[in-house]
């Protein structure tokens, strides 16, 4: 159960940084939720491929998650573009 909650509160977390750094991206904590949970997918298995750690623990989480949802907004900014 406890692993559930730091789930839900690393993909919030990261969610909320991706629309934070993307400007406008904000979808509400449902939508951080939705955006950092396959975010996290995104850069876990794209630092996984390119070789790269960042550390275990809740900082490294947040950031890899982080990182794989700001790449998720871009892809979406431009598939919306096409």
């Not at 790269?52 to 989480?61: A, E, P, Q, R, Y």
């Not at 794989?68 to 431009?78: Q, S, T």
Request: glycine share 20%; hydrophobic share 70%; aromatic share 4%.
């Amino acid at each position: 159960m406890l692993e559930l909650v730091w789930f839900v509160v690393v993909g919030v977390v990261a969610g909320w940084i991706a629309g934070v750094v993307m400007k406008g991206a904000s979808l509400g904590v449902v939508g951080n939720l939705v955006v950092g949970v396959v975010g996290a997918l995104v850069g876990g298995l794209l630092f996984r491929a390119l070789g790269v750690s960042v550390g275990g623990g809740l900082i490294g989480s947040i950031a890899v998650a982080a990182i794989g949802a700001i790449l998720l907004l871009v892809l979406v900014r431009l598939i919306k573009r096409i």
